[in-house]
């Protein structure tokens, strides 16, 4: 008798733990498993392991990466009919060596471009080129990228077309040519458009447009990527949720796309020795509420990816000017995960 009430004891002690909520998550992967893909953008010192600390960071914190340079057609095509995929071809690996979803960034866009794009003036060739570069390109890569950029930055913030040379040349069906081309060429991938501004009614409305365009023409397009290359105040929380409701009910999947808070103002350069507490208490509070209205979003958004492992990587210390110290990102430049991540960590 004695042992069965021990027994009993034992097993209600177990199955109370049992019940208990999960543990705390202490990783960003782990917080957001259930919700959408933590993703984060790298470069080249970073999927060889030269920079070995920071590598760490994102084989602890994230489960999806993004070329932040190394799969642009100025990399990968600098002379017509040369190809350089060395550098794009160790980050696939790195991702499918670690299990990492792998976001190819991107197809088709009028930055980073080689020069001998630029030259051509005849919309016959431009879409031969076009389709040569998509074929090459995603078809590399065929099974192992989980979605590609397929179209980054068709718009101007009033929503009128960027003067690219695929618009100039080949009209707006440049995209929708651009879309079918890459889901011939490796049906596996998700495809998506990729902006930023992207809280912006023009070019939100454009971009609405768009979507319907395709979806209209059973063209795929998965999600649209809003970049969010945003500061401590602006855009506001509720002009992004509008977005990702309005695109959402357009037929797709919202992904939120290269983001980093600036907290320099526009011109000046004022936190070069150490970021104030009180702009670090900020940028906490901020970056909390950010994923505190993706995850109220959940089941709209498919991946968050942050622009760089850490603030020293940051383009932001280069934009809009030269030599700037930023501090926009989860993790400090010694490496260090910073309040940021410990505010986001504690939504749960
Ligand atoms: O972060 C990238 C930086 O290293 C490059 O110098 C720059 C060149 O334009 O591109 C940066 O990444 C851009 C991304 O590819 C597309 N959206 C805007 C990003 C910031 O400029």
């Avoid at 350089?84 to 790195?94: E, P």
């Avoid at 998509?134 to 718009?155: L, M, P, Q």
């Avoid at 458009?193 to 979806?215: Q, S």
Wanted: some cysteine.
């Amino acid at each position: 008798m004695k042992y069965l009430y021990i027994i009993c004891v034992l097993l209600c002690v177990y199955s109370c733990r049992e019940e208990e909520p999960t543990a705390k998550p202490h990783t960003l992967k782990a917080a957001f498993a259930n919700s959408f893909i933590m993703g984060v953008a790298v470069n080249k010192a970073q999927y060889t392991s030269k920079e070995i600390d920071a590598t760490n960071i994102v084989l602890k914190h994230f489960n999806s990466i993004t070329a932040e340079n190394s799969m642009k057609w100025q990399y990968i095509s600098p002379q017509q009919s040369v190809f350089d995929f060395a550098d794009a071809d160790a980050f696939v690996n790195f991702g499918i060596e670690n299990n990492l979803k792998v976001i190819g960034h991107t197809l088709l866009w009028h930055s980073q471009l080689p020069e001998w794009v630029h030259a051509i003036t005849d919309s016959a060739e431009l879409r031969n080129i076009m389709y040569t570069h998509i074929d090459s390109v995603a078809g590399r890569y065929k099974g192992t990228i989980h979605g590609w950029d397929v179209v980054n930055e068709a718009f101007h913030n009033d929503g009128s077309f960027r003067d690219t040379v695929f618009y100039k040349y080949m009209g707006q069906a440049f995209i929708e040519e651009a879309f079918a081309r890459a889901h011939s060429v490796d049906s596996s991938a998700e495809l998506y458009y990729n902006d930023y501004n992207m809280t912006f009614e023009g070019k939100r409305n454009a971009v609405v447009d768009m979507i319907h365009n395709l979806k209209n023409k059973n063209i795929r397009i998965d999600a649209v990527g809003m970049q969010g290359h945003w500061n401590l105040e602006h855009p506001s929380l509720e002009d992004i949720e509008t977005s990702i409701i309005a695109y959402t009910n357009a037929g797709v999947d919202v992904m939120i796309t290269e983001l980093d808070i600036s907290v320099l103002p526009r011109d000046e350069n004022p936190y070069e020795q150490e970021l104030p507490e009180h702009i670090e208490n900020k940028l906490s509070e901020r970056y909390k509420s950010l994923f505190q209205l993706f995850y109220k979003h959940r089941n709209k958004i498919s991946r968050v990816t942050v622009w760089g492992v850490h603030d020293g990587q940051s383009w932001l210390n280069n934009h809009p000017t030269e030599g700037r110290t930023d501090y926009p990102l989860l993790f400090d430049r010694n490496y260090e995960a910073k309040n940021c991540v410990y505010a986001i960590l504690n939504i749960f």
